[in-house]
């Protein structure tokens, strides 16, 4: 049976015909759930969230609940956006974005998962989080509030993620790690604070990029971490001497939006 009988679904919410609800979970007002999607048991799936197709929950997660925020309106309700094929096991929670007054920027807020993320048990992904496609959180890591994860970046177990951090596309951070800064793109950091000890080799590999990708990325690192320039000194010499390439770019435009600084 697609839908349990102690399960409490909102007349507003809308279902593909195919979703699954399992016992005892509540999908509340103006949600919508696309095909394929299974929802275990004892879930709840906050107001105005939207889940794409084939995405799979497990015990005890809790999509688009009222963000942690003693600013937030809880008169109102901000948005959450999944896309398709993502994983959420067991006790995660992910809150919808921070309503803080009526304007219509607040209303375009929300907190949003790309595709093909795997969230393992009692990850927390805080308010406002934007989280790209193949990202991985594994237990027990939360993201504070406004944090940014970039496609196919991995997260280890029982990691913190400051507010409003960047996290670059390919990046692995260790476990246990503390993360106050950005991580640039490719490259791998671990510790307490968190430091960044050269590219994600490994990572790069697996997600298909060549020896000679891999060689700038390296270039790359080096001038940055090891050349005793400062951040625009080592942005000067990347530009002068490292050829053009997708790489180069998405590591200087990386740079310069930073707003809180790259991992030391």
């Given at each position: 049976m697609p839908i349990h009988p102690t399960a409490i679904i909102h007349p507003s919410a809308e279902l593909a015909p195919d979703v699954e609800v399992q016992a005892f979970s509540i999908i509340e007002e103006n949600v919508r759930i696309g095909a394929g999607t299974v929802?275990?048991?004892?879930?709840?799936?906050?107001?105005?969230?939207?889940m794409g197709a084939h995405n799979r929950t497990y015990s005890g997660a809790q999509i688009g609940v009222a963000p942690q925020d003693l600013k937030h309106h809880h008169d109102k309700k901000g948005r959450t956006v999944l896309?398709?094929?993502?994983?959420?096991?067991?006790?995660?929670?992910?809150?919808?974005?921070?309503?803080?007054?009526?304007?219509?920027?607040?209303h375009e807020k929300e907190t949003r998962l790309g595709n093909h993320c795997l969230l393992m048990a009692t990850c927390h992904v805080g308010h406002d989080c934007i989280l790209g496609d193949h990202v991985i959180l594994a237990n027990g890591s939360p993201l504070?509030?406004?944090?940014?994860?970039?496609d196919r970046a991995f997260i280890g177990g029982l990691t913190?993620?400051?507010?409003?951090?960047?996290?670059?596309?390919?990046?692995?951070?260790?476990g246990m790690a503390r993360v106050n800064k950005d991580v640039p793109p490719y490259m791998l950091c671990e510790g307490h604070p968190a430091r960044c000890f050269g590219p994600n080799v490994i990572g790069l590999e697996r997600n298909g990029l060549s020896p000679d990708q891999i060689k700038t990325i390296r270039t790359i690192y080096k001038i940055i971490y090891r050349s005793d320039l400062n951040t625009s000194q080592?942005?000067?010499?990347?530009?002068?001497?490292?050829?053009?390439?997708?790489?180069?770019?998405?590591?200087?435009?990386f740079i310069a939006q930073s707003q809180r600084g790259l991992t030391k």
């Open positions: 929802i275990g048991p004892h879930n709840v799936v906050g107001a105005g969230t939207i896309g398709d094929h993502n994983i959420v096991r067991e006790f995660v929670t992910i809150s919808s974005s921070t309503v803080y007054g009526d304007t219509p920027e607040e504070a509030g406004h944090v940014t994860v970039q913190g993620i400051h507010q409003f951090c960047v996290i670059g596309t390919m990046a692995f951070v260790g080592a942005v000067a010499r990347i530009e002068s001497e490292v050829p053009d390439g997708a790489e180069k770019k998405t590591l200087l435009d």
